[in-house]
């Protein structure tokens, strides 16, 4: 069966098919195994782990409090689980840690995507989202959990894209899923253009002409009131395409191909937002 | 060991197995998501929901 650890959302760790994470200690125990499983494919200093664990007010002893939780997390996960004495690290070698399954699942999305496999785009995109959609270490604000939880972040846009594009090439009853996701988007990225055409397109797909107009126009006008600027070239056509005879038929969707090629190119030669 | 999975369209599943949860997330897809039937391998249900 395995190991599980489940750091995003409620802190779950299943060893051979029984729960343990009742035997990590209090506040701390919980924070170092996301800490540790967060960051596994690297060691980690006792420094770090103190200042992760304490970051505003340490405790009386550091070392000696890092010692003891680090212990008593190795009594919960199993001898063999922590490895190293100045520089820590988790080796759970086949351990499942939904993070990394969220960070691979949107990564096999994209590639998906990016090869026009719709279908196969569905299910990993799918996991990262509803990982990411869990959180982590909710209401910690010291810089290493804003650094994670932006990591999340990161893997959520990315995801709810991956989403609104395969849905809208499925299309059927996944429209409905392309717009939702498009909307998350734009809710949580309202100056990224693609989400905003991904919705134009996924209103039109359905019939609603006029409310992807108005999406247009809302971002029109963000734009000119808060930048100075404009839509982009790939959205200005799209927009007049959805003015035009068939706003839900091939002016559309030749303009998507278009515009997905872009995406594709830009995403190739810009390094990735933390 | 219990899991809950809030899809993608807001339905909520709970189960207290991981059969009993594969079985209900693709009778949900066969009702709500038909075009998505057979497209979510074992493995990504089980990945997508949350151990509670």
């Known amino acids: 069966m395995g190991a599980r650890i489940q750091i995003c959302g409620r802190v779950v760790v299943q060893i051979d098919g029984r729960r343990v994470e009742a035997g990590l200690p209090g506040r701390q125990g919980p924070l170092l195994l996301v800490y540790l499983a967060a960051n596994r494919e690297r060691t980690a200093s006792r420094d770090e782990l103190i200042e992760a664990l304490w970051p505003y007010e340490l405790p009386p002893r550091p070392e000696s409090a890092l010692s003891v939780l680090l212990s008593k997390l190795r009594g919960t996960l199993g001898p063999g689980s922590l490895e190293g004495r100045p520089q820590v690290r988790l080796t759970m070698p086949d351990a499942w840690v939904d993070l ?47 650094e994670l939880r932006g990591r999340l972040e990161d893997i959520r846009l ?27 988007l734009v809710t949580l990225s309202p100056f990224r253009e693609a989400g905003y055409g991904l919705l134009m397109e996924a209103l039109a797909a359905q019939g609603n002409t006029a409310e992807a107009l ?25 927009h007049r395409l959805l003015l035009g005879p068939d706003p839900g038929g091939a002016g559309a969707h030749a303009a998507r191909e278009r515009r997905l090629t872009n995406d594709r190119e830009r995403a190739s030669n810009e390094p990735r937002e933390r | 060991m219990a899991f809950a999975m809030t899809c993608e369209c807001g339905e909520v599943a709970r189960a207290e197995t991981e059969v009993e949860l594969i079985t209900s997330v693709e009778r949900h897809l066969a009702e709500q998501h038909p075009d998505l039937v057979g497209r979510l391998s074992r493995e990504d249900i089980l990945a997508m929901a949350e151990m509670v």
């Open chain 1, 100 to 146: 990394e399954a969220a960070a691979m699942g949107v990564h096999r999305a994209e590639s998906a995507v990016a090869l026009g496999d719709w279908t196969a785009a569905s299910g990993p995109a799918r996991v990262a989202l509803h990982t990411a959609n869990r959180g982590i270490l909710p209401g910690l604000d010291d810089p290493r959990s804003v």
């Open chain 1, 214 to 238: 108005r999406v247009y126009d809302d971002l029109r006008c963000r734009l000119r009131d808060e930048l100075g600027t404009a839509p982009g070239a790939e959205l200005q056509e799209l």
């Open chain 1, 158 to 184: 990315r995801a709810l894209a991956c989403i609104a594009i395969s849905s809208l090439r499925i299309g059927g009853t996944e429209l409905p899923a392309a717009e939702r996701s498009a909307r998350s």
